[in-house]
Every structure is written in C-alpha cells, then in structure tokens.
C-alpha cells in the first residue's frame, strides 16, 4: 500500500468515525488537530462536560492484527503532548477522555472508551 492509499484510508476511516460519533451526540470540535509533530485525529465533546481525544484507526484487512492494536506507546506519548497543548490553548477544567475508534476491513466500528492514559 502506498502514502496515498493509506492517506486516503486514513481519511475514510476519520469520515467514518466522525459520522460514528455525530451519530452516538458527540459534538466534533477539531479535526487533524497539529500540535508540533503530533496530531490528534479527532477532538470531539461529550455532554459538554468531557473533552475526548479520538485516534482513528481504519485498516482494509486484519492479518497483520485488530486496528486499535497499532496504537504505540509512542503515538500515545505524542497523542498525549498535543491534548495537553489545546486543553492550555482552551483553558479547559472539566474532566478528558482518551478514545480509540477501530474501523476494520468490513467497515465494522469498535470504540474503545478510555483507551490509554
């Protein structure tokens, strides 16, 4: 699979979770967010009261594991890094949430509240 493909994978998978979380009352405040060299895929609001940093992971076929298994350590360090320069950016006070949407090859949804930190 080349960039491209797994770009336009990625972004399909984004559009799907996004429609995902629409659908369950979540409100999208940003989308791609970048905070130096990191990057949150979604950013979304929960009852108003729970901010929830989304990393999407959408993959055309499970051979090589499930979608939310390819979550490093280090993507989570950096997940972590640019929640903390918005929720700053925002003066946020209420409580946060670290979620992983899985999309698997069957367009199948897993959302995995609370996934790390």
């Known amino acids: 699979m080349t960039k491209t493909d797994r770009q336009q994978s990625g972004k399909r998978g984004e559009e799907i979770a996004e429609r995902f979380l629409l659908d369950k009352g979540y409100e999208i405040l940003e ?56 929720l700053y950016a925002i003066n946020w006070k209420k409580d946060v949430r670290f979620d992983i949407i899985a999309i698997n090859a069957g367009d199948e949804i897993n959302h995995f509240k609370d996934a790390f930190y």
């Open 31 to 86: 989308r791609n967010f970048r905070h130096k060299r990191a990057e949150i895929d979604l950013i979304a609001l929960w009852e108003n009261n729970v901010l929830v940093f989304v990393e999407v992971k959408h993959r055309k076929g499970n051979s090589f594991g499930e979608p939310e298994s390819f979550v490093s350590d280090n993507q989570q360090k950096s997940i972590l890094d640019a929640s903390e320069s918005y």
